[in-house]
């Protein structure tokens, strides 16, 4: 077992001097790999069955339970040894009503235990019901606004992603123990797994965290570092506060023996600090690899305005979990991104951009999470387009469109109703193509004014929003009807197919009159703006036009001999040329929807030979059911599948929202049904 080496202070690591290494670290680091991977692992799901869940874990209540939380006050002791967490959230509370509900719902996943409840200085009266604690008013003519749970416990792997505080070793495996970690991972609804908290994204609260570990370790969380000091022998008590709103899936804490140090940026606004937590044995990699921030914040300021919170830090910390995660004020980077080669920038460049989209502006509602993860993919986009020119804005979003989509996102799933919520590539490239193509619609200048707006507005920074305000601002900006050209995208799978031709005649002058005309052949046409070369002898005009209809036509008085017309040369618009492959599979219907008791028929088409499978997937994205159907062979005849109502193991499945997905070919094609008994 390698031994733990004591840190010095965290607040002494934290206002040191720089390390003047870095330089000599960049120096000594392999060039970096031109191109990155068409997808990256963004999450992490369990290997195994036996890790997931044994609860059903429902989403928590979206409705506003009659409270609002102003701010958390979290006192917690973490014990890396026995796994376990104690002490006590405080929550401070407004009404909406003007005076409390008779019973205050707090979400808490129930293996922990609940040691007290005190309501407006009294012993409050608990009753646990799943994961919400129903706590009863106290009596009296009115309560307060202050209510502390005392509570401790071995906090379980929640959700889809079997996440929430996870205790493990910084080493590949519990047999190279390298030294113990904690960490969070809270998204979409898991912050309730580690404490008591309203677990929604619609209500943020600023955060306090005093966080007691032992003193080996260094804790770090959100905001600024107010405190750090010895607590009792063997143990250290670090204190961080931000005075931001923050959503509960944007908190974080992490535990390990980091080696920490400092920067500063500077930004319009004055110098940032930047702070950096990594496990020491990949000190140089990161060193490496995360060199650029400064230059990032400088290119996310100028594209969506001033860093949001800028009266704190930008903290990048190492944590063992296959993704990245833009916890506020405090990013977190999985140790497989740290390689020392910059192979993972765009996913820095990711996170740091969600701080403008997701953290400033955050979703009203799990369903907008499109809006998180679609703007800062396309982020990645524009980063590459100022590092490389336009070859890197058209080689990014041909990667993450047809080239990881040959049947441009046909089949898999409604944007603004995804199945699952996470984890689902869906939003994040398809949404991503969808603010490209307004882009090209809008024109640059009136998109980048978009892009502020919808950051900067005091009506949506630091709250949330919705899908239906992002038409709205788009509509505010842009010169054509923003929901007419958005929501074939937003609301439907459904792909435009152009076709095109042209036609030239001589001029008097010596020029060419040429007529274009373009036809969509699907069944709805979409509003679309469409960039065309109109190629000459003399020269090439590029110019857009607008096809609002089945079929249109405009004509062009040119100069010199006509060569020939380019559609969309340079890729703005998610549109098939040509008939698109036919995926392996494709479900077509569900029937009856909702489904009864005896569950609902399901048929689906197969044009490759092959294995098939059924899955059901519930509203959280846990999986609960799976069917393997053997190998069926690729015919035009549809396939019908009975589902029984059931769990695949003959268990009848609660009421509720789920989507059945037929895989076959490395694909899947999805439904959502509604089960109701």
């Given at each position: 077992?390698?031994?733990l080496h004591?840190?010095p202070?965290?607040?002494?690591?934290?206002?040191?001097a720089?390390f003047?290494?870095?330089?000599?670290?960049?120096a000594?680091?392999?060039?970096?790999?031109p191109e990155?991977p068409?997808?990256a692992?963004?999450?992490?799901?369990?290997?195994?069955?036996?890790l997931w869940?044994?609860?059903?874990e429902?989403p928590?209540?979206d409705?506003?339970r009659?409270?609002?939380?102003?701010?958390?006050?979290?006192?917690?002791r973490?014990?890396p040894i026995?796994?376990?967490?104690?002490g006590s959230?405080v929550m401070?509370?407004?009404?909406?009503?003007g005076h409390?509900?008779?019973?205050l719902?707090?979400?808490?996943?129930?293996p922990?235990?609940?040691?007290?409840?005190?309501?407006?200085?009294?012993?409050a009266t608990?009753?646990?019901?799943?994961?919400?604690?129903?706590i009863a008013?106290?009596?009296?003519p009115?309560a307060?606004?202050?209510v502390?749970?005392?509570?401790?416990?071995e906090p379980?792997?929640?959700?889809?992603?079997a996440?929430g505080?996870?205790?493990?070793?910084?080493?590949d495996?519990?047999?190279v123990p390298?030294?113990?970690?904690i960490?969070?991972?809270?998204e979409p609804?898991?912050a309730h797994?580690?404490w008591?908290?309203?677990?929604?994204?619609a209500?943020?609260?600023t955060?306090r965290l005093a966080?007691?570990?032992?003193?080996t370790?260094?804790?770090?969380?959100?905001g600024?570092?107010?405190a750090?000091?010895?607590?009792?022998?063997g143990?250290?008590?670090?204190v961080?506060?931000?005075?931001?709103p923050?959503?509960?899936?944007?908190?974080?804490?992490?535990?390990?023996?980091?080696v920490?140090?400092?920067e500063?940026?500077?930004?319009?606004g004055?110098?940032?600090?930047l702070?950096?937590h990594v496990?020491?044995?990949h000190?140089?990699a990161?060193?490496?690899?995360l060199?650029?921030?400064?230059?990032?914040l400088r290119?996310?300021?100028?594209?969506a305005?001033?860093y949001?919170f800028a009266?704190?830090?930008?903290?990048?910390?190492?944590?063992?979990?296959?993704?990245?995660?833009?916890h506020?004020t405090c990013?977190s980077?999985g140790?497989?991104?740290?390689r020392?080669?910059g192979?993972?920038?765009f996913l820095?460049?990711?996170?740091?951009?969600h701080?403008?989209?997701?953290d400033?502006v955050t979703?009203s509602a799990w369903?907008?999470?499109?809006?998180?993860?679609?703007f800062?993919t396309y982020?990645e986009?524009?980063w590459m387009?100022?590092e490389e020119?336009?070859?890197?804005l058209?080689?990014r979003?041909?990667?993450i469109?047809?080239g990881?989509h040959?049947?441009?996102?046909?089949?898999e799933?409604?944007?603004t109703d995804?199945?699952?919520v996470?984890p689902n590539?869906?939003i994040?490239h398809k949404g991503?193509?969808?603010?490209h193509?307004?882009?090209?619609a809008?024109g640059?200048?009136?998109f980048?004014g978009?892009?502020?707006?919808w950051?900067?507005s005091?009506q949506?920074?630091?709250?949330?929003?919705?899908?239906?305000?992002?038409v709205?601002v788009v509509?505010e900006?842009a010169s054509?009807?923003?929901?007419a050209?958005?929501e074939?995208?937003?609301?439907t799978?459904?792909?435009?197919?152009?076709?095109?031709?042209?036609?030239?005649v001589p001029?008097?002058a010596?020029?060419t009159?040429?007529?274009?005309a373009?036809?969509?052949?699907q069944?709805?046409p979409?509003h679309?703006?469409v960039?065309?070369?109109l190629l000459?002898s003399r020269?090439?005009?590029?110019?857009?036009?607008?096809?609002r209809?089945s079929?249109q036509?405009?004509?062009?008085d040119?100069?010199?001999?006509?060569?020939?017309?380019?559609?969309?040369?340079?890729?703005?618009?998610?549109?098939?040329r040509?008939?698109?492959?036919?995926p392996?599979?494709?479900?077509?219907n569900?029937?009856?929807?909702p489904?009864?008791?005896?569950g609902a028929?399901?048929s689906?088409r197969?044009?490759?030979?092959?294995?098939v499978?059924?899955?059901?997937?519930?509203?959280?994205?846990?999986r609960?059911g799976?069917?393997?159907?053997?190998?069926?062979?690729?015919?035009?005849?549809p396939?019908?599948?009975?589902?029984?109502?059931?769990?695949?193991e003959g268990r009848?499945a609660?009421?509720?929202?789920?989507?059945?997905?037929?895989?076959?070919?490395g694909r899947?094609s999805?439904a959502?049904v509604?089960l109701?008994?």
């Amino acid at each position: 077992m390698v031994p733990l080496h004591r840190p010095p202070s965290l607040l002494s690591a934290l206002l040191g001097a720089a390390f003047a290494a870095a330089a000599g670290a960049a120096a000594a680091a392999p060039e970096p790999a031109p191109e990155p991977p068409p997808d990256a692992a963004y999450w992490e799901r369990p290997r195994s069955p036996e890790l997931w869940p044994a609860n059903d874990e429902p989403p928590p209540r979206d409705d506003d339970r009659g409270y609002d939380v102003l701010h958390y006050d979290l006192d917690l002791r973490l014990d890396p040894i026995g796994r376990t967490v104690a002490g006590s959230v405080v929550m401070t509370l407004a009404f909406p009503a003007g005076h409390p509900p008779d019973t205050l719902v707090v979400d808490l996943d129930e293996p922990l235990v609940v040691d007290e409840v005190v309501w407006d200085l009294q012993n409050a009266t608990l009753v646990r019901v799943g994961e919400e604690l129903r706590i009863a008013a106290p009596p009296g003519p009115a309560a307060g606004a202050v209510v502390r749970i005392g509570y401790h416990g071995e906090p379980q792997r929640h959700g889809a992603f079997a996440a929430g505080m996870l205790f493990r070793v910084q080493g590949d495996s519990p047999q190279v123990p390298i030294g113990p970690t904690i960490l969070t991972m809270s998204e979409p609804w898991s912050a309730h797994a580690w404490w008591p908290c309203k677990d929604h994204p619609a209500d943020k609260a600023t955060v306090r965290l005093a966080l007691t570990v032992p003193d080996t370790l260094t804790a770090v969380a959100n905001g600024l570092l107010t405190a750090d000091e010895p607590a009792e022998p063997g143990w250290r008590r670090t204190v961080w506060e931000t005075g931001y709103p923050t959503a509960t899936y944007l908190v974080a804490v992490h535990v390990a023996d980091y080696v920490s140090w400092q920067e500063s940026c500077e930004l319009a606004g004055g110098p940032l600090p930047l702070t950096f937590h990594v496990f020491p044995r990949h000190e140089a990699a990161a060193r490496y690899d995360l060199a650029p921030t400064c230059d990032m914040l400088r290119f996310l300021e100028d594209l969506a305005g001033p860093y949001p919170f800028a009266d704190e830090r930008y903290g990048q910390v190492e944590f063992k979990w296959g993704g990245a995660m833009e916890h506020q004020t405090c990013t977190s980077l999985g140790s497989a991104l740290l390689r020392g080669d910059g192979h993972f920038r765009f996913l820095i460049l990711h996170e740091m951009a969600h701080h403008w989209f997701g953290d400033l502006v955050t979703p009203s509602a799990w369903r907008d999470i499109w809006l998180n993860e679609g703007f800062a993919t396309y982020c990645e986009a524009l980063w590459m387009e100022d590092e490389e020119g336009p070859a890197g804005l058209r080689r990014r979003m041909q990667t993450i469109g047809p080239g990881r989509h040959p049947s441009l996102f046909e089949g898999e799933g409604i944007l603004t109703d995804p199945e699952p919520v996470l984890p689902n590539v869906l939003i994040y490239h398809k949404g991503a193509w969808v603010l490209h193509m307004l882009r090209g619609a809008m024109g640059d200048a009136a998109f980048r004014g978009f892009l502020r707006d919808w950051a900067g507005s005091p009506q949506r920074a630091y709250g949330h929003a919705t899908t239906a305000d992002f038409v709205r601002v788009v509509g505010e900006h842009a010169s054509f009807d923003a929901a007419a050209f958005l929501e074939p995208w937003l609301d439907t799978d459904t792909v435009p197919y152009l076709s095109w031709s042209s036609s030239a005649v001589p001029t008097s002058a010596g020029g060419t009159r040429v007529t274009v005309a373009l036809r969509q052949l699907q069944r709805t046409p979409f509003h679309l703006a469409v960039p065309l070369r109109l190629l000459t002898s003399r020269a090439a005009q590029d110019t857009t036009v607008w096809l609002r209809a089945s079929q249109q036509s405009w004509t062009f008085d040119l100069p010199g001999e006509w060569k020939g017309l380019e559609v969309d040369p340079d890729g703005w618009v998610l549109a098939a040329r040509r008939p698109l492959p036919d995926p392996p599979v494709r479900l077509l219907n569900v029937h009856p929807d909702p489904a009864g008791p005896e569950g609902a028929t399901i048929s689906f088409r197969v044009s490759q030979s092959g294995p098939v499978a059924v899955e059901l997937v519930d509203a959280t994205g846990r999986r609960r059911g799976r069917w393997d159907l053997g190998t069926l062979a690729a015919r035009d005849e549809p396939y019908p599948w009975r589902w029984r109502g059931d769990d695949g193991e003959g268990r009848p499945a609660a009421s509720g929202i789920y989507w059945l997905s037929v895989n076959a070919g490395g694909r899947r094609s999805v439904a959502k049904v509604a089960l109701v008994r």
